[in-house]
């Protein structure tokens, strides 16, 4: 770990030149790498690349009253792999213990790495008890998906599913949630939400973005939390855009549908736009 890693600060201090070791007693310290920071009971590091923490907190947030911060018996960071570990962690918010865990790990740089991330739990009065955990799959540096399971007291399980790809010219989303039966109402059956987005280029002139959602029934947006929705929408924004752009010329088509959640949707069929240099933009719909 290079000088300008973290700055420490501590009581005492015990130092070997030769292996690259040293530890601080009663320290506190501010990481480089990243914002976070905390206290030790002690805080070390081996061969100038491995750290280890003792009796820690650790926190992102700036001031003297963190918002949230982890407590751990021990911590281990290892900045050449880009890794941490804890053991013994509590999560707490506003110094409220929220979550015992005996191990986690966690990233100290923006590389990614497959396993559980922090669950969401809870009671309101729309889901009784609730307790979701995202589960998380690193497929590869430009695919990942998440499977969240979410058990929800007066309502069932909920499975939740988002499936993100990259390709060097195009980002796609692909989101399916399912509620096999509302426990809430007798009288619904299946509840789900089937969401897409592309966002693609080509060459240098054209692109593409598209969007598509469909749901079982037109309350679920304002039942259900979901990423890509609010529950106070009123409509659904289907539509597929394309676009050509140059240095004389420019055209676009746009083909959309308004959904109102209500009885009465409304239907835009296609738009197009075309644009020469010097020359009146001209528009055309059906």
């Known amino acids: 770990m290079d000088s300008t890693s973290a700055t420490v600060e501590g009581e005492s201090i015990f ?13 506190e ?19 100038n690349q491995k750290l280890k923490l ?70 309101s009065s729309r889901y009784g008890a609730y307790y979701a955990q995202p589960i998380y799959f690193n497929i590869a540096t430009n695919l990942d998906y998440t499977f969240t399971p979410k058990y929800m007291s007066e309502r069932g399980t909920q499975l939740n599913n988002n499936l993100r790809y990259m390709t060097q010219n195009s980002y796609n989303i692909l989101q399916l949630e399912y509620l096999d039966k509302d ?15 592309h966002d693609s280029s080509w060459d240098e002139n054209w692109n593409m973005q598209m969007q598509y959602t469909n749901l079982s029934d037109d309350n679920y947006i304002s039942e259900f939390n979901s ?47 075309c644009k020469l240099t010097g020359v009146k933009t001209w528009l055309w719909k059906a």
């Open 183 to 197: 426990q809430s109402d007798d009288s619904l059956s299946q509840r789900y939400l089937a969401h897409i987005q």
């Open 29 to 47: 310290y501010q990481f480089g790498f990243n914002s976070g920071r905390g206290k030790a009971a002690e805080f070390s590091i081996e061969n």
């Open 54 to 123: 003792a009796d820690a907190t650790f926190t992102t947030c700036p001031g003297d009253d963190p918002s949230w911060l982890f407590s751990s018996n021990s911590i281990y960071i290892d900045q050449k792999k880009g890794w941490g570990e804890a053991w013994n962690t509590t999560f707490r918010i506003n110094d409220v213990p929220i979550i015992y865990v005996p191990y986690v790990t966690f990233p100290i740089t923006d590389q990614r790495k497959t396993g559980l991330l922090f669950p969401e739990l809870g009671n």
């Open 227 to 273: 990423d890509y929705h609010h529950q106070a929408d009123t409509h659904l924004n289907n539509f597929v855009n394309v676009n050509y752009f140059s240095e004389k010329f420019d055209a676009s088509f746009l083909s959309q549908k308004y959904l109102n959640l209500a009885p009465i949707p409304r239907r835009m069929l296609c738009q197009s736009n």
């Open 15 to 27: 130092i070997d030149d030769s292996n690259k070791d040293f530890k601080l007693l009663d320290a």
